[in-house]
């Protein structure tokens, strides 16, 4: 523990799950070790996948271990749109503005600054075909019974 | 068609005078002679002209043609180019399209969601963000395309961004200045409100906007102003000019969008000129 408290940042060998788990707990700058395309393999203990896109261009540690892709329905990359009201998302009113989340989490461990730097756009071709159609861990099994 | 009141609005801004531009919502269908009404009236007193992008995500007439026609007309339009329901290869080919046309005004933007609009059951696209479409543009200036590749012709635009004032908790307003100075850093050369001065029609529209429009909040003041009054024009057109008088020292010029009322923004000007 003593160690993780002294870092600057941490380092984290998981799909984006995983660093975004860790990234709520430990206060510190998470950076995703592996850029996930699935889930196939050993998963970890966190219930569902939805907060991972398994998209293969993780920015985890620029917006405060929130993923944008999933938190936000537009997917932005470089800031909030003009369309959340009091901190909702102008898609549902039930829910958080991601970028009202990201903010929040980069103030919380004082690097705001990473806000400014520009995000390119994301590179779809490292995940076409979706994710679900790469699970060769479940593919094997399937090939497995029917020999 | 070259010739016509070219970039009058990028020369006005320049110049230091106080801009005025107003807005065109292209139709839901093929018949444009309500715009072509809507640019008479707004000929000789706007700038420059914004044409929506399938506002509020409805389908209708899109931008680029009816930026083409506002040309025509003599008006010098500004293409609003939303990222919701093209991706990159169809957004630049667009900007190219924009500029052969002889259109040179662009204004990047986010898009509304689509499941607000009348095609719920739509994809929506983003697949870049605004900030990136800037860059984007500033790429095609520089002669490549997205991928890199070399353009025949360098395209060249004025390019214009939004930032939304109406913030309403730390986090949304702080990110807005910071999206701001990154639509800076990536080109931008003039900035419009979200939403700009709107001719309220009557307390209901008010309620309706305050309840169903993303962004707008009208004041319970104004609200009560207008559901106290018999001559909805008269007072419809003292709340934007009062408005205009009292954000003049803060800006540039202003937006004025009268969604439908467009032969009474000569009056709201007046007192400008």
């Known amino acids: ?147 | 068609m070259e010739s016509i009141k070219k970039l009058k609005f990028e020369k006005n801004l320049r110049s230091g005078k106080f801009a005025v531009t107003c807005e065109i919502g292209p139709p839901k269908g093929a018949e444009v002679e309500g715009i072509r009404e809507a640019a008479e009236y707004l000929k000789d007193v706007a700038d420059g002209i914004n044409v929506t992008d399938l506002q509020s995500s409805v389908m209708r007439l899109g931008s680029l043609t009816t930026c083409h026609l506002l040309k025509e007309w003599g008006l010098d339009p500004i293409l609003q180019v939303t990222c919701r329901d093209r991706n990159r290869l169809a957004l630049q080919s667009d900007l190219l399209n924009a500029y052969v046309m002889g259109i040179r005004n662009v204004l990047a933007l986010t898009g509304d969601y689509t499941t607000i609009g009348d095609h719920p059951q739509a994809e929506p696209v983003f697949d870049i963000d605004s900030v990136q479409l800037l860059w984007v543009i500033k790429n095609l200036e520089e002669g490549k395309d997205l991928a890199g590749k070399e353009l025949t012709k360098k395209p060249s635009f004025f390019k214009g961004a939004v930032v939304n004032p109406g913030a309403d908790t730390e986090a949304s307003y702080e990110l807005q200045i910071i999206k701001m100075k990154k639509k800076i850093d990536q080109g931008a050369q003039f900035f419009q409100t979200l939403a700009g001065i709107i001719l309220l029609k009557s307390e209901k529209m008010a309620n309706y906007m305050n309840k169903f429009i993303p962004g707008v909040f009208v004041p319970e003041l104004i609200v009560k102003k207008m559901e106290g009054t018999g001559d909805k024009v008269s007072m419809c057109i003292e709340i934007a000019s009062r408005l205009i008088e009292e954000v003049k020292p803060y800006c540039a010029g202003v937006h004025i969008q009268a969604l439908g009322w467009e032969k009474y923004i000569p009056a709201v000007v007046k007192n400008l000129k």
């Open chain 1, 1 to 147: 523990m003593d160690e993780i408290k002294n870092a600057d940042s941490v380092l984290v060998f998981s799909c984006g799950l995983g660093v975004q788990a860790t990234s709520a707990v430990i206060g510190k700058v998470c950076y995703p070790a592996l850029n996930t395309i699935t889930f196939g393999g050993i998963t970890g203990m966190w219930q569902g996948t939805e907060r991972c896109d398994t998209c293969g261009n993780c920015i985890l540690d620029y917006t405060g271990g929130i993923c944008p892709y999933t938190a936000c329905p537009k997917k932005l990359e470089n800031g909030a749109c003009a369309g959340q009201s009091n901190g909702k998302c102008e898609v549902d009113p039930e829910r958080d503005c991601g970028w009202e989340l990201i903010y929040n989490s980069l103030k919380r461990i004082g690097k705001l600054d990473i806000l400014n730097k520009f995000i390119p756009p994301r590179d779809y071709s490292k995940i076409l075909p979706s994710s679900s159609l790469r699970k060769t861990r479940l593919w094997a099994l399937d090939e497995e019974e029917i020999v």
